[in-house]
């Protein structure tokens, strides 16, 4: 994923579930933590928006 010029990397656990987000140099610029139903339970402050490049995982309809 790019932001205003730089790169980021989604960081996944053993379920493929998203835990981090890291700049081009390796720092965690966002973490994310769930509940067992996959519900974010809580987030560190965004210092880059994920907002319009995750994708829903439920199907529309």
């Known amino acids: 994923m790019a932001r205003h010029g730089k790169a980021y990397y989604y960081l996944t656990d053993a379920l493929d579930s998203v835990?981090?987000?890291?700049?081009?140099?390796?720092?965690?610029?966002?973490?994310?933590?769930?509940?067992?139903?996959?519900?974010t339970r809580s987030t560190t402050t965004e210092q880059v928006s994920t907002a319009s490049t995750r994708q829903?995982?439920?199907p529309s309809g």
Not at 25 to 35: E, L, P, R
């Open 19 to 39: 835990i981090a987000l890291a700049d081009d140099q390796g720092t965690k610029v966002n973490t994310y933590a769930y509940s067992p139903h996959d519900v």
């Open 56 to 58: 829903s995982s439920c």
